[in-house]
Each structure stands twice: as C-alpha cells, then as structure tokens.
C-alpha cells in the first residue's frame, strides 16, 4: 500500500485564497472559485509523482546527551522524569556512533552533524561535554569529511565557557523565554540565582563570533498575550537573530498550576503579531517544528533517520516518546552499546516501527506533514494523541497558514478562472 498524500491546505486570506499543496510543493494565491477546483485537483495534476520512498538507515546526523542532570527547573520540563538518572554518556559509546555516522556521512560526501541536546542541561557534565566534542572533531578529521557542531542549551554557564562554546560550535540554540520575570519563573535556575544573565550573555558571545544564534522561547498561558514584548526584548538585548516560539504541550508529569498551555487560538493570533514584529525588529520569528525551508526542501535533503545516545549507552528514538521522559528510555530504545565489543547493536526493526508509528493515519493525510516530520529521524511523538487534531496540531497548522500568508506574494488583481 503506498503511504497516504497530505491533502492541499486550502484557507482564506482578506479577499485571496491560499493554496498550498505539500506534495508538488506548490503555494499560490487565487481566488474562492479555483481555489475550490484546486481543492480537489492540484495533488493529481501530472508531474506531482508520488512521494519519495523514505530512504534506509544511513544516518549523518547524531544527537548526543551527554547527560540527564540539569542546572534549571523549568515549570514544564518535558524531560523531568530523567533528572533523577544520574548516568552520563559514556564516551566509549559516544565514540562507536560517531564513528558509525561518519562512515555513513563519508559515503554519501555530507558533513557529519553532531547536535548536543537532552533531556538534561548538556553542559551539565562539562567534562563529558568537553570530550564529546572532541570526539567528533577527531573522527571528523579522520574521516575526511567535514563536521557541523550545534548546541542546545539553557545557557547557565560562565564566561568562560561560553567563549569556548562561541569558538567551537557552529551554531547555538539557547533558551530564553523572555525578560526577567519571565525567564526567572518559567525557567528558574536549580540554585536559586538569575536565571537571565548566564544565557544572554552566552548569546551575545556566539553571535560576537559570527556563529549562528537562536533563541529558544517556551509559550505558556502566562506568556502568550506578551509576544510583541518577548520580541522586542530579544532584539534589544541580543540583536537580530532567529527567535524560535513554541507552544507548550503540557507533559503528565507537569503541574499544571505551575505552567498551562495557551489555548491554540491565541497562540496562532499572538505567533501571527510576533512575525511581523519581528520582521520590523530584525528578529526572524519562527517556529521549531514547522518551517517552509522544510517545506519546500527536496525529499533527498531531508534525514531519513539519525542516531540519539542517551546516558549511558542506549540508542533511542529521541527524548519525546511519550509516558516515558527518558528517564529509563526503554519505549523508545532501538539500539544498545556493547562495552565489552565497543560495537552498537540496533534493532532496526523496532527502529522501522518507531519511524512508521511517529504520526497516525490523520497525520500523514495533514498538510502541515511536511513540516512537522519532514525533519526526519525517530522522534517518538508529542503530543501523545496526535490523531483528531488536537491543540498542539492545530497551533502548527495555525502557524504553517501565518507562514504561508506572509511567504505568497498579494496578487496586484483579482484573476478570474474559468472552471
């Protein structure tokens, strides 16, 4: 049976009609009359093709966690559960996949990319951090291919250390939330200090050394009437960078009288305002999982799948399998590392069942497909309930139609279709 075909996004905009149609990667504006024949036609026209076949296990993309702990205690922590896990990476390990990855990327003449997230704060463990890096430097140069180095943190670290960050990686993602109320009760640090200075001032180094920046920003009930503010603080405080704003999903673990999702109406209105801001400002407003480079990116671009080590020695399907928080990542566990072989054994038939079971049948047939899985990899899924669109599908579908509103250009007249 072939994979189902998102369906074309058809939506109003003031007098225009939208039309976006994922599989021949087409947007355009019309008018009410085609617009409704394109409803039914523009995925069959000839040359659409099929979808492309989803490539086998090759992996030029790792993710590393080098550990579970974390210096922060953000209200609606998604990786809570791990904290209590004290294991670290075990650099054996972090090695054997490195070296598995760049044999892959080598092949295939890509760059190794090594992407340093968690559940936990990667920083954490500095001197695991610190190793790890020098790991991937090493089989890069080995190799002969070249590397791509991208952090993911809260940032709560020293000068020092965020100026050895600025001179390795090649781009950062550091966590804001917004001004210093915010970010002090939605993203506390663990000691009780502020938790603003250490991540502003890791942003600002990265970017002082022309390394790319983004910044990270959580939206919660709380937050979601002050966008236009987080916007203009980030431009003020950092400068002109990329602002990535998502909405909070809510773990069960999460107390929801610490932190509550927005409701998905005023995320999409607010994310909408937050745009244009941004646009006014310098500040690329965007959004984490749904982005029209993915969109329009050819299939071949994009990951099939990547390998994710989490502490100490597992292979997993990322960080968000649900129920499960990574603190014992067994749902989502496609691989272990043999210390005693210094190999890696996957079981790439569960890995196959994690990649097909990401999104039910409602989301494949979503028009916002593209950008939520186009990324590629085993990602478990969040939210858990993905089929009936839910909240969290509805904020990227609202996203995906600001986006698309903003990237087709207004037709100077009216154009009359006969159909």
């Known amino acids: 049976m072939p994979a189902p075909r998102p369906t074309p996004l058809v939506f109003p905009d003031g007098d225009d009609w939208i039309v976006f149609a994922p599989v021949s990667r087409l947007a355009l504006r019309t008018n009410a009359a085609a617009a409704d024949r394109f409803r039914s036609l523009v995925e069959t026209v000839p040359g659409a093709g099929p979808d492309a076949a989803a490539p086998g296990f090759a992996p030029t993309q790792v993710t590393i966690s080098p550990t579970n702990a974390c210096t922060q205690r953000c209200v609606y922590c998604y990786g809570t559960p791990a904290h209590a896990n004290a294991a670290r990476l075990d650099p054996a390990f972090c090695h054997a996949a490195l070296e598995v990855v760049a044999g892959y990327a080598a092949a295939q003449d890509a760059p190794l990319r090594a992407i340093f997230h968690g559940v936990g704060e990667p920083t954490a463990a500095w001197s695991t951090f610190v190793e790890c890096v020098e790991l991937v430097d090493d089989v890069a140069r080995r190799r002969a291919v070249a590397r791509r180095l991208d952090l993911c943190t809260g940032g709560q670290v020293s000068a020092a250390r965020a100026a050895w960050i600025a001179s390795r990686f090649d781009s950062v993602q550091v966590s804001i939330d917004g001004p210093a109320d915010v970010q002090n009760r939605q993203r506390p640090r663990a000691d009780g200090a502020d938790a603003l200075a250490a991540p502003l001032a890791l942003a600002r180094a990265v970017l002082a050394a022309g390394r790319r920046v983004c910044v990270k920003g959580t939206v919660t009930a709380a937050t979601v009437g002050r966008l236009d503010e987080i916007v203009e603080f ?4 950092v400068g002109p960078v990329r602002l990535d704003l998502g909405m909070m999903f809510g773990p069960p ?6 932190a509550a999702p927005p409701d998905w109406r005023e995320f999409v209105a607010a994310f909408a305002r937050a745009i244009d801001r941004g646009r006014a400002l310098g500040v690329d407003v965007q959004h984490p999982c749904v982005s029209l480079g993915t969109l329009v990116a050819e299939p071949a671009a994009r990951v099939a799948s990547h390998v994710c080590l989490a502490p100490p020695d597992v292979v997993t399907a990322f960080y968000d399998v649900p ?13 272990r590392f043999d210390r005693a072989r210094g190999v890696i054994d996957f079981d790439h038939a569960k890995r196959e069942r994690l990649e097909q079971d990401q999104a039910g049948q409602a989301c494949l047939e979503c028009a916002c497909r593209a950008a939520c899985l186009g990324q590629g ?12 669109l839910g909240p ?9 139609k600001e986006l698309l509103r903003r990237a087709v250009p207004r037709r100077v007249s009216p154009v009359e279709v006969a159909v």
């Open 234 to 237: 980030v431009a003020t405080a």
């Open 253 to 258: 673990w999460v107390d929801p009288a610490a």
């Open 323 to 335: 129920r499960e928080g990574s603190a014992t990542p067994e749902l989502g566990t496609y691989g």
């Open 377 to 388: 990899g085993v990602k478990g899924r969040i939210p858990e309930e993905i089929a009936g």
């Open 392 to 400: 969290v599908c509805q904020a990227r579908l609202g996203v995906l």
